[in-house]
């Protein structure tokens, strides 16, 4: 399934997984995560993963990468760069939620990095279901 937003497209894979590619030339605000927040919590009613497939280049609003990515139900996010740009875009947001302990992993879209990503995503989601059935 797939959906169109006011920031970009969102591609639902499987029951657990989002694919997310942002318009270019975009700049991701707080708006923009709430509207963002709420069709996940629309789509997913417990854990799931996100790829964020980074074709297009945008940027983020500071005040939106402090809060991008805390959806409670959020368990990994997959981060595919194409190019030094968005790799350095990556690591700033990783940076500055270093505190936050986010499970986030970058791919190179290069070398084969969304097939990557999803058995990632995939294998984080079988550990996390594995640990909650456990505890």
């Known amino acids: 399934m797939k959906l169109n ?31 963002y927040d709420a069709l996940m919590a ?3 009613s417990g854990s799931y993963a996100v790829l964020v497939n980074r074709i297009n280049s945008y940027r983020f609003a500071y005040e939106a990468l402090l809060c991008i ?3 409670q139900n959020l368990k990994a996010l997959a981060i595919i760069n194409y190019n030094k740009a968005s790799e350095q875009q990556t690591r700033d ?13 970058e791919f190179s879209g290069l070398e084969l990095g969304r097939e990557n990503a999803i058995h990632w995503l995939n294998e984080q989601l079988t550990y ?8």
């Open 42 to 44: 629309q789509h997913f």
């Open 128 to 135: 996390l279901n594995k640990s909650e059935t456990i505890e």
């Open 69 to 71: 990515g805390s959806e």
């Open 93 to 105: 947001l990783k940076s500055v939620r270093h505190m936050d302990n986010l499970n986030i992993k």
């Open 5 to 35: 937003t006011s920031f970009g497209q969102i591609n639902f894979l499987d029951a657990n997984i989002a694919e997310v590619i942002i318009n270019e030339n975009i700049e991701i605000t707080l708006e923009i995560v709430d509207e």
